[in-house]
């Protein structure tokens, strides 16, 4: 059973949002001081990246564990079951769906999930910047 209030739920998903955002606004602040610039801020190119390496070609999605359905830490709200499980299947589906195009375009794609970058930025960071020297100067 729901013991929430609607106005607890609204609040409880903005919260999510927004917990994302600064994750994301953390991430970027770490890897510019760590020396990777040049890069854009939510890309016109499919998918809307979060950051985008456009001499790389290299797309970089900062994935909130709630809304892009996280194998760890996926909590499935207790509520408005069949309209969370449509919106989040969806959103799985058009991840993938992304991955492939962006492919097709030889867009490299990391996509990292919201709790590793709040658990481990030092190590997102590296696998990034594996990613960036391995497509750099091509
Ligand atoms: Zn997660």
Redesign the pocket.
């Given at each position: 059973m729901d013991t929430h209030t609607p106005t607890q739920r609204k609040y409880n998903m903005s919260q999510i949002k927004s917990s994302n955002t600064l994750i994301e606004l953390r991430f970027r602040k770490y890897i510019w001081k760590n020396g990777l610039r040049r890069y854009r801020l939510k890309s016109k190119i499919l998918g809307k990246p979060d950051i985008y390496f456009p001499q790389q070609k290299l797309a970089v999605f900062i994935d909130g564990?709630f809304w892009h359905k996280?194998p760890?830490?996926?909590i499935r709200p207790k509520s408005k079951n069949d309209y969370w499980d449509r919106k989040i299947k969806n959103n799985v589906r058009r991840d993938k769906k992304i991955n492939l195009e962006l492919k097709k375009e030889s867009i490299k794609v990391l996509r990292f999930?919201?709790?590793e970058i709040e658990n481990n930025p030092e190590k997102c960071y590296r696998i990034l910047r594996t990613t960036y020297e391995k497509h750099n100067g091509i």
């Open positions: 564990c996280c760890i830490d996926f999930w919201e709790h």
